[in-house]
């Protein structure tokens, strides 16, 4: 069982990323699926949740209208795109499942990747 992001980088203000998170090891459509962040010296932050059964999705207040998160069933893949990145958009991001219910408190997410660090320069 393994979920592994990818695509982050140094990019500037205004600037766009798109991450990657390819699931392996267990049935993708499954689970939900939620992207989540982590600046420093800061707490882990929720960003965007995902379904790839039934296409919901959510985004936190401080990316709505700026990050898209989509998948790709066919390759196990669920995507974040961000657009218009800030500087306080920098952190490790991360991605992680869960079967509970969607977009759920972060316990509830029982598998995560090892991280994509994405940093926005001014």
């Known amino acids: 069982v393994q979920l592994v992001e990818s695509g982050g980088g140094l990019v500037q203000a205004g600037g766009s990323l798109r991450l990657s998170c390819v699931a392996s090891?267990?049935?993708?459509?499954?689970?939900?699926y939620g992207w989540f962040r982590q600046a420093p010296g800061k707490g882990r932050e929720g960003v965007s949740c995902?379904?790839?059964?039934?296409?919901?999705?959510y985004y936190s207040s401080s990316v709505k209208t700026r990050f898209t998160v989509s998948s790709d069933n066919a390759k196990n893949t669920v995507y974040l795109q961000m657009i218009l990145l800030k500087p306080e958009d920098t952190a490790v991001y991360y991605c992680?499942?869960?079967?509970?219910?969607?977009?759920?408190?972060?316990?509830?997410?029982?598998?995560w990747g090892q991280g994509t660090q994405v940093t926005v320069s001014s």
């Open positions: 992680a499942r869960t079967r509970e219910a969607f977009c759920g408190s972060e316990q509830l997410y029982d598998r």
């Open positions: 995902f379904s790839p059964s039934d296409g919901r999705t």
């Open positions: 090891g267990f049935t993708f459509d499954d689970y939900n």
